[in-house]
């Protein structure tokens, strides 16, 4: 299988990613399916963590393509800072209902699955106080996949 040959080899296949998005003009949807592989590798794509962040700190990203950021160094330092700070900024902006942004979050914070523990709560705080029954519903199935304890422990 390909895929598996490629996955046992991040020494080569992440560096080749970071050329695609550093070297050449990649349209966003490019970067974006390059960063969300070199995430997918986790802590064995650290070595390319500082060209990561640079990344992260370039003016001018579109939303989709700064949350994806955040969630792979998040995904490979364990550090949720900046995507933490992404998801308060979205929940924010808009509670009537689940958009775009709203399902990029969402998407990823399905994806890092037991990592996004520390979220919980603050998803639960929006998913309360919420002008959206779909999106609370969606939050909810979130937390489930997240925290399947969480939503037992609720009255």
């Known amino acids: ?55 992260l700190k370039a003016t001018g990203l579109q939303r989709e393509e700064r949350t994806v950021l955040a969630g792979a160094i998040w995904r490979i330092s364990g550090d949720g800072t900046e995507f933490k700070r992404l998801l308060e900024q979205t929940f924010s902006a808009d509670r009537t209902g689940i958009s775009l942004e709203h399902e990029e979050m969402m998407s990823a914070l399905e994806e890092l699955g037991p990592l996004a523990k520390e979220m919980v709560p603050m998803l639960e705080e929006h998913s309360r106080n919420g002008n959206s029954v779909s999106l609370s519903n969606r939050v909810s199935e979130i937390i489930l996949q997240i925290d399947p304890e969480r939503l037992k422990q609720k009255p």
């Open 1 to 55: 299988n390909l895929l598996g040959s490629i996955k046992r080899q991040p020494e080569v296949v992440v560096p080749a990613l970071i050329k695609v998005l550093t070297l050449s003009k990649p349209s966003p949807d490019d970067r974006i399916v390059c960063i969300r592989a070199i995430g997918q590798f986790g802590p064995m794509a650290a070595s390319q963590l500082p060209v990561l962040e640079a990344r």
